[in-house]
C-alpha cells in the first residue's frame, strides 16, 4: 500500500509516472484543498481536478494547466453579468465544477464523495481523496508596495496578482478545526511508503500537514516518508514556491526543503543539478537520493517514480 | 403605462414589436416562471430569458429558442458526469443560469432583482418582472399509455417526452401560497391598456393568473385588457397549446380562447385566417379585432402591436 501528499500539476505529473510503476489500486493520493475556491458560486478545486485530468490523459499538456481542447465562451459571457473573469474557468472544466456544486448544495454529497464520483468518471484506478471534507482555504498576508497589509485567497495572490505582492505570512483559515477526511489517516498508518510529491512545501504540503493528526501520522511513519524535492537549481520547477518560501524563512533548496520536512521525512529525492546540495540535506538530517526528477515525460516520470519508491524499499 | 403579461417565444417576438411602438420605459412585461426549472443545480428561466434574448436582438431566430451563435460543449461535458441532457442549455447561456443562481444562492437576490440585472446586461429598456419571487411549478399530470398517471414537471412533459404523453390535468404547485412579485400589481393597476401577449393560455398565461390578486386585477380592468390569440387556422404557431387546451376543455379556435379568458379581457385581436370565427368570439362576449397575427417579421409584429393597442384606445 502507498500513499502520497499531493498538490496540482507537479504531483499529477509524479502520480501519473508512479500508476506506471504501482497497481493504482493500491495507491491512495490525499490532496490539497486550500487552493478550493469558489468561483460564479460554483465549488473549485482546482489541485484535484490537475490530478484527476493529468492521470486521465486529458490535461492541457501545452498550456501546463486545464484540459485538453478547451474553450472559454461561457466564462467570456459572464462578463457581460460583471462577474469577475481573472480566474480562466473552461466550457470543459466547467462542467466538473457545476457537477460537484450540484452533488454538494443539492444532494448533500461530501467533497469527498463527489471526488470519487468525479475520479470515477475519468476511469481513474486510484484512490483520490481530499484531505478534509472541511472548508480550509489558504490565506497570504502581503505587502503593499504602499506599506499596507492586504489578505488574498491563494488564488487572488497566485493568479490575479500574479503572485507578485510580497509574501508576509500564510495561514491555513479553518485547518484547525477541520477533521481528515475518511480514509485519510487510515491510510497513512496502513502505507508502507508515503510519498510526498514534488509540490509547493509551503502552500500545497503545508494545508495537508495542517489538518489535525495529519503531520503526526507522518511523524510516526519518519522512516517510510520519502519527499520529491519540488526545488531545482534553486528555483520551482513551476509556481510560486521561491515566492513563499523565501520570505517564511525556508531557504529554496534542497537543504531547505529538507530541514522544512526533517521531522516526518527521512528520504529526500534531489535533482543531479543539485547532487552538490547532497551533503547539505544530509546535514540536515534527512538522506538525499540523487536522480532526474524534471519530468519532461511519461518515461522521465515512471523513472522518478520508481527511484523514488526504491529509496525506501 | 402598458402592462403585458407573457410566456415565452411567441410573447417576445410580439414585445419586440411592441418596443417599436411605444416608449419602453413605460412598458411592464409580468413574466410566467410556472416553466422554471432546477438544472445541474442552477436557476433556469426559460420565459424570462427567452424574452430578453429577443429584445437584445441575440436570439437565435433560426433554431427558435436560445442564443445565436450558441455551443454546448459544457452540457456535453456533463454527460461524463451522468448528468441529464434532454434540455439544451448552450454555453452562452448557461452563464445568466449560473449568475442567476450565484445571485440567488450566494447574495439572497430575490428573482424579480436578479431579473432586472440580467435585463439590464442586456441593455433592455422596458421593465421585466417575473409574475412571483416565489416558487411556482407547473406539473402536468398525464395518462401513459399502459393506463397510469404520472406527474411531470412542465419541461418534462414538453421537451423530454415532446409533449407527446396524453394530459389530465395541470396544476401550479405553489401557486395558492405565492405572492406577486413587487410591482405586479401596481403595474397592473396604473396600466392604461393590459395585453395578454400571444402565449399558451393553459400553461403561459394560467401560472400568471393563478397568483393570487393578478386575476382580480384584471377582472378589475377588464375594458383595458387585449388579448392577442395564440390559435391560427386551428392550431397553435408553435408549442403545444392545443395538446393541452383540448383536454382541459378549452376548444383550440379563437372562440376557445375566448371564452376562456372572457371574464377578465374584452378584446381580443384574431388573426385574418380566423375571420370567419369572429361571430364566435362576440358570441363568447368579447369584442373581436381581425389583422394579421403570424409575425413572420419584425415588421408584421409591429404592426401588430399597433393594432392591438389601436384595439383599446
Given at each position: 500500500m502507498l500513499a502520497a501528499l499531493a498538490g496540482g500539476v507537479g504531483a499529477a505529473r509524479f502520480l501519473a509516472g508512479l500508476v506506471q510503476c504501482v497497481d493504482p489500486s493500491e495507491i491512495t493520493v490525499?490532496?490539497?484543498?486550500?487552493?478550493?475556491?469558489?468561483?460564479?458560486?460554483?465549488?473549485?478545486?482546482?489541485?484535484?481536478?490537475?490530478?484527476?485530468?493529468?492521470?486521465?490523459?486529458?490535461?492541457?499538456?501545452?498550456?501546463?494547466?486545464?484540459?485538453?481542447?478547451?474553450?472559454?465562451?461561457?466564462?467570456?459571457?459572464?462578463?457581460?453579468?460583471?462577474?469577475?473573469?481573472?480566474?480562466?474557468?473552461?466550457?470543459?472544466?466547467?462542467?466538473?465544477?457545476?457537477?460537484?456544486?450540484?452533488?454538494?448544495?443539492?444532494?448533500?454529497?461530501?467533497?469527498?464523495?463527489?471526488?470519487?464520483?468525479?475520479?470515477?468518471?475519468?476511469?481513474?484506478?486510484?484512490?483520490?481523496?481530499?484531505?478534509?471534507?472541511?472548508?480550509?482555504?489558504?490565506?497570504?498576508?502581503?505587502?503593499?508596495?504602499?506599506?499596507?497589509?492586504?489578505?488574498?485567497?491563494?488564488?487572488?495572490?497566485?493568479?490575479?496578482?500574479r503572485a507578485e505582492p510580497a509574501v508576509l505570512q500564510v495561514d491555513f483559515d479553518g485547518a484547525g478545526t477541520a477533521r481528515p477526511a475518511p480514509g485519510v489517516l487510515d491510510a497513512l498508518d496502513r502505507a508502507d511508503t508515503i510519498v510526498i510529491c514534488p509540490s509547493n512545501p509551503i502552500i500545497s504540503i503545508g494545508p495537508i500537514l495542517a489538518i489535525p493528526?495529519?503531520?503526526?501520522?507522518?511523524?510516526?511513519?519518519?522512516?517510510?516518508?520519502?519527499?520529491?524535492?519540488?526545488?531545482?537549481?534553486?528555483?520551482?520547477?513551476?509556481?510560486?514556491?521561491?515566492?513563499?518560501?523565501?520570505?517564511?524563512?525556508?531557504?529554496?533548496?534542497?537543504?531547505?526543503?529538507?530541514r522544512h520536512y526533517r521531522e516526518f521525512c527521512a528520504t529526500l529525492v534531489i535533482d543531479e543539478r543539485d547532487a552538490a546540495h547532497a551533503e547539505a540535506v544530509r546535514a540536515a538530517g534527512v538522506r538525499p537520493v540523487v536522480t532526474e526528477t524534471l519530468m519532461r515525460s511519461p518515461q522521465i516520470a515512471a523513472e522518478l517514480a520508481q527511484c523514488t519508491l526504491a529509496a525506501v524499499a
Open positions: 490525499v490532496g490539497n484543498t486550500g487552493d478550493d475556491e469558489e468561483f460564479f458560486g460554483l465549488h473549485v478545486s482546482p489541485d484535484l481536478d490537475s490530478i484527476t485530468y493529468t492521470l486521465a490523459g486529458a490535461s492541457n499538456t501545452e498550456q501546463g494547466w486545464g484540459l485538453e481542447g478547451e474553450s472559454f465562451r461561457t466564462m467570456h459571457a459572464l462578463t457581460r453579468y460583471g462577474e469577475p473573469n481573472w480566474f480562466n474557468l473552461g466550457d470543459l472544466d466547467l462542467a466538473t465544477h457545476i457537477f460537484r456544486t450540484r452533488r454538494m448544495r443539492g444532494d448533500g454529497a461530501t467533497l469527498a464523495e463527489v471526488t470519487a464520483d468525479v475520479a470515477a468518471a475519468w476511469k481513474l484506478d486510484l484512490h483520490l481523496l481530499p484531505m478534509t471534507n472541511d472548508s480550509v482555504r489558504t490565506r497570504i498576508t502581503c505587502a503593499r508596495s504602499d506599506g499596507t497589509r492586504e489578505v488574498l485567497a491563494m488564488q487572488e495572490w497566485f493568479v490575479r496578482e493528526g495529519v503531520r503526526d501520522a507522518l511523524v510516526r511513519r519518519r522512516d517510510r516518508v520519502v519527499a520529491v524535492c519540488p526545488i531545482i537549481d534553486g528555483a520551482p520547477v513551476r509556481g510560486p514556491a521561491d515566492r513563499l518560501m523565501a520570505p517564511l524563512g525556508v531557504e529554496v533548496s534542497p537543504a531547505g526543503v529538507a
